[in-house]
Structure formats: C-alpha cells, structure tokens
C-alpha cells in the first residue's frame, strides 16, 4: 500500500509548533451577568455558574460584583469556600466570576482570578494564555507594579493603559485583542460603566446566554442553563457589549455582526445530581438510557440513520487513525477491533499528546477520527488543526455538541450521552464505543436491527448490572485495600484492562495497572505479593481458559482475585457473572462493574470522586 509521500518532519515539526503556540493553555471557567435592578442576585447566578464549571478547574475561584463600586471576593480553594467568603449583604446586578486550575504557579489568592488594573477601574477574568505575555509586559509595562504571578494582569493593564492615554473603553479592549498572541475568554467590568460589561474570545470557549431583563456570558451552557436556553455562539476575535436589555457583538475591527440565537436542548436538571449523592454513580446508571438515547438518534425503525457524507467517507478510507486520550483513548482501543473485524479497515490508535512524535505513516486516503468526551482536550485540538490543514479528513466524536473539536473537524457523530459532570468518565466511554459499533456495523452492511438489538440487549444487561451494587461495594470493601492493583485480560479483555485501572486510580488513588495477562509473567509479576489485588476481566470463548491460568499463577504467588466473567464462560467461584451480551461488544458491559469497583473504593476512602486532585473534566492544556 503506497503510504503517503509527504515529509513527516514537516508534520512533527508543524505540530510541535501548534503545541507551543498553544502553550500550556490555562483551563478555567468564566461566567458574567448583568440584569435591571431586582431581576436576579448576581452573587447567586455567579457562584452557581462556578460550580457548574468547576469540572474546568477547581483549584481557586474569585467573582466580582458592581454595586456602587467593585467588590470582589477570591481565594485559592472550591466555590463551596468561596461562598463563605462573599458577604450576602451585598445584592447587585452586574458581576463577573472564575475558577481556576492553576499551571503556573501554586493556586494563591494572589494569583486567583478576577484581577484589576491600578486604578481598580478595569477587573477581568479569563480563561486562555498569553503567549506573547513577556513582549508584551517589555515593550507596553515595563514599570507596571504587577500584584500576581499570572499573564491576565496584562490584560487589564494594557487596556487601563490605552484609556488613560485618551482611547474610548472599547477601542482599547479591541486593541489589546489584537495585541494579544493567544487563546482567550474574557469578561471586563469597567467601574465607570456599570450599565453594561464587555467580553471577548479567542480560541477558548465562550457562549452568550440571553434572559428576559439579563443577560450573560459562560464558558459552557452548563453554567448558563439553569437562567436561560437562549445561546448565542461567539467565534473567534469577536467582541460583546453586554447590558442588561441588549448584546452586541463585534468584530475586533469594530464592525458589528448579526447573529441569531439558539435553544439549548440541554436539560437543567441533568446538571444537578438528583438523588444521588455523586455525579460519577448518576454518571454509571445513565449509561442505559445513554445507550437507548443512541439507539433512537442513529436508528429509524428498520435502518441507520448516519450522515451519508459520513458513511461515504467512511468507504472510501483505506486506514482509519483514532486519536484521543485518556479514557476516550481506550475507547479507541475497543474502536479498533470493530472498524478492523466488522468493517475490514486498517486502523491505528494514538495517544493525542504522543501523535507528533509516533507520528505513522499515513496513507492516501486516512480518516482521522478524534473522539473526545469534552470535545475541549487541547493534545487532541494540536493534531486536529495540522491534519486539517494537511488536507485529511477527520470525524470528531464527540459528547459536546459545538466544542471546539466538533466544529473544527470535517464531521461530527455525537455521543448523546447526556452532560457527563464526574470527572471519571463513565457513560461516555460506553456511548463512544456504542457508535464506532454501529459506524463499523453500517459500514459492513450489517442489518440495522441486528446491531439495533445487541445494543438493545447490552442496555437491559447494565441496568441488571447497576440495579444489585451492594456486591461491588462488599468487594472493594474486601479486595481494594491495598496501595496498588491490577486488572489482567487478554485481547478485547485488555482494552478494558487499561480502562478499568484508571477508573480505579483515578478516583481512588490506588496504584493501579490494567495489563495484557499473557504479559504479567514477563516481569510484573514480580509485584505481586501477599494480598494484592488481580481484577481478571474474561469475555472471550477463546482466552477463557488462558486468563484463567493467569490468575491461578498471581493467585499461587499471594494475590486476592476477582473474576469478571459472561455467564456462558463463568465458574461457580467468579464473583462478577455478567449476562451474555455480543462477545465484541462486551467492553460496553464488562466495563461497568469495574466502574462501581472503582466508585466503591473512593467512597470508602472518603475521597472527593467527582473531583479527584490533581485533575480536571475537560484538560485543555498541554
Ligand atoms: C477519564 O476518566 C479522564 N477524566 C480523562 O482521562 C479523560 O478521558 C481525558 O482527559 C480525555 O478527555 P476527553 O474525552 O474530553 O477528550
């Protein structure tokens, strides 16, 4: 197969660039209001905005409200301690807010978002990087008594700058935009101006909400939901006039632009947690309907119902390359199997962040399917822009309808799984791989209603999964007590492996490895001792009895095992039986108890499992 012959340096080098370029881009979240006097408290809509987007960053938070001058309340530390901050005697209708997931420097109330100019006329938040932050600060600010660490005080800054030099308010904005090298979203509040504040946006995202006598600013609909389900889309280098009766938008040269609103279809309600006492187990119990809700969107009774531009493409590629991370990565390792044994194309998967230097060689005619929960992962977007602008085509799937991969890429499959809050992915997981099985089933020219019906089945089975979770919760009681752990299966078994383990380590801090069984006995075994934990994950006719045989050897060295089985190839002493689903696609089901393995073990380590340390929902950094 002729491979394509253009420079694959030119290709490594090309998204080194982007990488760089892109730098370290801040992830955060920002949310603005303004509204007449008695609409709303903006202190309430601010602070639940945040909390909304604390799945961005949760490592300091801040807001800042006007009445009869600027307040603001920030502190490194979650929304819940920054409530205890904010003084509720204070009511307003006009506010800006921020969380933040700190990359340059320890999380501080210094460093912590919203940030003022000297004259305290100007404050921001925003969520981006300033690229060109050190040119800027040496050749514009060179004696500016700067009070934080971070490149937005640049921001107010500048514009404090060009106001006192004689330029109108949003001239100055407009200029900094085109100053600044970079991604961002920001909101501005001047002092003098409290009838309005301004926002602007540059690669990071940022949407309009608009209210009946308000209207505001988010970074994702979640944040804005729970006020209105007016959206309006702002794309890059555009500027907006917010009052509490009129938005404008602009572009960075100051012409205004027209454009019309949209209805969110998402549910406010889905962003709440209900009755249940986290995201991540409402997350797990989703996944049924999740999976119901795909069946209905890619099906009509008797047939798919795919974008045909997309299936076409799909036919005429000659090898497919997956590109994410994380969890959305071994998702693409069970995507391989059914795009390789179901619609007999070559397919490769590639970690998002190690793509430019594994970069394959890549064939005439490739498609590059990037999947993507948040649709926001910043490794991801660095390979999506240079294969577009190689000229190849991409299918982003993705959960996020409008995120950054989904309108960049050629086309987009969406996951329908509903908002996915926990930042342990659950129920994306299992819808991503639910629609590569009916991309590669389409393909293959597989009856609809077959496939229809395994998905169907595979429902019913996780429901019987997640209706009996005492048994999950007595076994990481028992078993997951150790510092480390070990899921083992061989071939579709180990993609779940991989999975499994960082669920587990994810939430629960546990060190913990999802290995190809076969392999364990080449070294790692070595770690085995004494009570260690071996998950052993059995799906396939043809490895039952070789795991089997892995787990008598981790057993005969000292470890606690769990058996993870379908009922046809079960033993009496398995202590998961699962329901026998289609054997490829079991990964949706043999994925779930590990899933409630996981959940079970934080909680009983009082861990906080919808925001384990460290991490973030959606890592728009490099
Ligand atoms: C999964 O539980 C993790 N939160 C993480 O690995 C995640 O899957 C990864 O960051 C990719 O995110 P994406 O699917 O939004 O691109």
């Not at 993609?495 to 490895?513: G, M």
Request: proline share 3%; with cysteine.
């Amino acid at each position: 197969m002729l491979v394509h012959n253009f420079s694959i340096i030119s290709l490594i080098l090309a998204i080194l660039v982007i990488l760089i370029l892109e730098g370290d881009k801040r992830m955060c979240g920002i949310v603005g209001y303004i509204g007449f006097k008695n609409e709303l408290d903006v202190k309430d809509v601010l602070l639940s905005g945040l909390s909304k987007l604390e799945y961005r960053g949760y490592d300091s938070a801040g807001i800042c409200i006007y009445n009869e001058g600027i307040h603001i309340f920030k502190d490194a530390g979650r929304v819940e301690h920054l409530k205890t901050l904010v003084d509720d005697s204070i009511t307003a209708n006009l506010g800006i807010g921020h969380t933040r997931w700190a990359t340059h420097g320890k999380p501080s109330k210094r460093n912590s978002h919203p940030h003022q100019s000297l004259s305290t006329r100007f404050t921001v938040v925003h969520n981006g990087v300033i690229e060109n932050e050190i040119e800027l600060r040496e050749k514009y600010l060179s004696n500016y008594p700067f009070v934080s660490e971070t490149d937005t005080e640049v921001i107010v800054a500048l514009i404090e700058k060009f106001v006192m030099e004689g330029t109108e308010p949003t001239i100055a904005i407009r200029q900094v935009m085109g100053l600044i090298k970079g991604s961002y979203a920001i909101g501005i509040i001047d002092s003098e101006t409290p009838d309005k504040f301004y926002a602007a946006k540059n690669k990071s995202p940022l949407l309009i909400g608009l209210g009946n006598n308000f209207n505001m600013i988010g970074s994702d609909a979640m944040s804005i939901i729970k006020y209105t389900n007016k959206f309006i889309e702002i794309y890059d280098q555009e500027f907006i006039v917010l009052a509490a009766d009129k938005v404008s938008i602009y572009s960075i040269l100051g012409n205004q632009i027209e454009r019309n609103y949209y209805v969110e279809t998402l549910d406010a309600a889905d962003t709440e947690k209900g009755v249940y006492p986290h995201y991540m187990l409402k997350e797990i119990d989703e996944q049924p309907f999740a999976l119901r809700r795909l069946i209905s969107e890619y099906f009509t009774d008797t047939d798919y119902n795919i974008d045909a531009d997309i299936t076409d493409t799909l036919r005429n590629t000659d090898r497919i390359y997956i590109i994410a991370a994380g969890t959305s990565m071994h998702a693409g390792l069970v995507g391989k199997q059914f795009f390789e044994q179901i619609a007999n194309i070559p397919t490769e998967v590639h970690i998002s962040s190690e793509f430019i230097y594994n970069t394959p060689l890549i064939n005439d005619n490739p498609l590059f399917i990037f999947l993507s929960q948040s649709g926001e992962t910043a490794d991801s977007r660095a390979v999506l822009v240079k294969i577009k602008e190689l000229g190849f085509k991409s299918l982003t799937i993705t959960n996020a309808k409008g995120s950054t991969l989904s309108r960049e890429a050629d086309y987009t499959l969406l996951i329908h799984a509903g908002v996915e809050i926990a930042v342990a992915s659950t129920k994306a997981y299992t819808s991503q791989i639910a629609v590569m099985a009916i991309l590669a089933t389409k393909e293959a020219e597989i009856d609809a209603t077959v496939i229809k019906k395994d998905l169907s089945l595979i429902a019913n089975v996780i429901e019987g999964i997640t209706d009996n979770k005492t048994i999950f919760k007595e076994l990481a009681d028992q078993y997951l007590t150790k510092r480390s752990c070990f899921y083992i299966g061989r071939h579709i078994d180990y993609f779940v492996a991989v999975e499994a383990a960082l669920k587990l380590k994810e939430i629960s801090y546990i060190q913990t490895e999802g290995f190809a069984a076969g392999e364990l006995k080449h070294g790692t075994i070595a770690l085995i001792e004494e009570g260690t934990p071996v998950i052993a994950i059995i799906s396939q006719e043809n490895i039952n009895l070789n795991t089997r045989s892995n787990i008598k050897e981790v057993k005969s060295r000292g470890a606690s095992t769990i058996i993870i089985s379908l009922k046809s190839l079960s033993s009496a002493t398995d202590q998961i039986v699962i329901d026998d689903v289609s054997p490829i696609l079991s990964p949706i089901v043999t994925i779930v108890p590990t899933q409630l393995l996981a959940y079970y073990a934080a909680l009983s380590r009082g861990l906080d499992i919808d925001k384990p340390r460290n991490l973030a929902k959606s890592v728009t950094v490099e």
